[in-house]
């Protein structure tokens, strides 16, 4: 996943409600073309806010030595998300690629398996099917909301398919209903990769407690994060109790060094714990920052050449990740070499997994591979001012024009700096 890179202090300030004020916090109105040069800088990407009691509660843990996988932090935070999300069960775990593997493997799915995935999706979601022995089965991605359609997965069924990987990205959700309706009928697990869709929900219900499975990820830029971490999230009792079991080694959850199957070191420490349940604690706040810049950032692109990511009438976003289609006049990698040098972070979309060397398929898949080509993902950790994603939205017209009048580099330049 992309690294968290880090930039100074930022200062917070509230953002204002809906006017598309472009002024500066002393109400100065800025000259657009000095102001980012004014500014040095930089704003990345992303950055978590472990202003609340991270801290404290990390302290806790090494002042008592409780800093291994059997704290007091762990149910906690367990518990906190499962609260959160209103889901039965919630297993800590230490990232989301081992959430996604302990859920295909809890379930079963092995040689032989067919598993369908979007193939436009961040790479864990397919490595994980690969690494259970299933094969991936590569679905196209609609153009308005950027994930998986469930009449396009319908042909892909066949008699060895198992299981639907449900990916919600960037803080959109699937179409639940109709996903769990298709696999219903032929009897398929639903997993939900929510790695990036803490606070979505779909119908007035949260992500991850629609299929058989759910996984949560908290690397550094997600919005709760424990540094590296996960959750598996199930209803089923003797899954979730499976899930336990294999997290760690196998081992029986009432005989020591008695290991009932074969399983895996997947634990979380309690120091993840202790900072993924102060995050929860302020995981309200956290998606109401993350929503009201999101919408600063339609708001003032309104107008611009770039097209968000849609959202059906039942989804209510978490806002993840704010990000773009460009025009296709423009080449991305020289928007995004503007925009650096103008100090702000970006990010490309995925590349599609059907055209990675280990799972190549010939597929065409027409709308993954178009929101791939296209996409860019602009800063929007909660701390970002009103200046500065007006700073970020000032800096990508301003690229795009640039681009546009002809300076700049071919798709096919060789200057291209994500390949
Ligand atoms: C869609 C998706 N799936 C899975 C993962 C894997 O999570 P982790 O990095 O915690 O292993 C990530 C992200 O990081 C992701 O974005």
Redesign the pocket.
């Known amino acids: ?1 992309a690294v968290v890179t880090r930039a100074g202090p930022v200062d917070i300030e509230p953002l204002a409600s809906s006017s598309g004020n472009m002024d500066s916090a002393d109400g100065a109105n800025p000259d657009p073309a000095s102001s980012i040069e004014s500014i040095a800088s930089v704003i990345p990407l992303y950055e978590p806010d472990l202003s609340g009691n991270e801290r404290r509660y990390v302290l806790e843990c090494l002042e008592s030595s409780w800093i291994s996988s059997n704290g007091g932090f762990i149910p906690r935070f367990e518990q906190a998300l499962a609260g959160a999300i209103n889901a039965a069960h919630a297993i800590a775990v230490s ?6 593997h302990l859920a295909l493997h809890a379930l079963g799915i092995g040689p032989g398996d067919e598993v369908i995935v979007p193939s436009f ?2 790479i ?2 397919v490595n994980v099917i690969a690494q259970v022995g299933a094969t991936p089965i590569f679905v196209d991605s609609s153009l308005d909301d950027w994930v998986m359609r469930a009449d396009q997965v319908e042909k892909k069924i066949s008699p060895r398919t198992k299981a639907i990987m449900a ?3 960037y803080g959109a959700m699937c179409d639940m209903t109709a996903l769990c309706a298709l696999a219903a009928r032929h009897g398929l697990a639903v997993i939900e ?1 929510c ?2 869709a803490l606070g979505c929900t779909f119908a007035g219900r949260h992500a991850g407690t629609f299929g058989t499975v759910g ?1 949560f ?3 550094g ?2 919005t709760v994060t424990t540094g ?3 959750m598996v999230v199930t209803s089923d009792p003797n899954l979730a109790d499976r899930i336990r079991l294999l997290k760690g080694q196998g081992q029986s959850l009432t005989r020591r060094y008695w290991h009932e199957i074969l399983g895996f070191n997947y634990r979380m420490t309690n120091i993840c714990a202790a900072i993924g349940l102060a995050q929860m604690e302020r995981l309200a706040s956290i998606l109401n920052r993350k929503r009201a810049i999101a919408a600063l950032y339609r708001q003032e692109l309104r107008d611009a050449p770039v097209t968000f990511q849609g959202r059906s009438r039942d989804t209510v976003s978490a806002e993840w990740l704010v990000t773009a289609l460009l025009p296709s006049d423009v080449d991305r990698d020289e928007i995004a070499l503007a925009m650096e040098r103008d100090g702000i972070e970006t990010r490309p979309a995925f590349h599609c997994a059907h055209h990675m060397p280990m799972y190549a398929t010939g597929d065409s898949l027409p709308g993954a591979e178009e929101i791939s080509r296209r996409g860019i993902c602009l800063p929007s950790y909660p701390q970002l001012t009103e200046r500065m994603v007006t700073r970020v939205c000032l800096s990508l017209r301003n690229a795009i024009e640039q681009a546009r009048r002809g300076g700049g580099a071919s798709p096919t330049n060789p200057r291209r700096r994500f390949d």
């Open positions: 996943m990232n989301g690629t081992v959430a996604l999706t961040y864990a979601s990916v919600h990205l990769d790695a990036e996984a990820s908290f690397y830029n997600k590296e971490g996960g």
